[in-house]
């Protein structure tokens, strides 16, 4: 799996993540302080977001793309300290293989 966060995210690449959410575009994107975006291949995805959403209070999204790969990306959003809480989390279980419940 690959990360990163963007912390104080622009309008713009708000907008991007907006147009790309799996949920669509009903819900609009504001007031965010931070997004964690993890890539990976689904079944670790839909791990990742378990995990995420467990570990403190972020909202999760998934977002469309068209990788030949079949990999998946997340969108992990809320305030700065949840959303590297909820990232800290998906690297820790990896490591330790706990992605299986």
Known sequence: MEYRIIKSPSRGT???LARR???GNGEKLENIDAIGLV???LIEM???ADVA???VGVTVEDIRGSCPQNMVMLAILGDTSSV???LEEIC???KEGC???
């Open 14 to 16: 708000l907008e991007i």
């Open 21 to 23: 959410k799996g949920s």
């Open 39 to 41: 890539q990976g291949r």
């Open 46 to 48: 839909v791990c990742a």
């Open 53 to 55: 959403e467990k570990a």
């Open 84 to 86: 590297e809480a909820a």
């Open 92 to 94: 820790r279980k990896e």
């Open 99 to 101: 992605m299986e419940w």
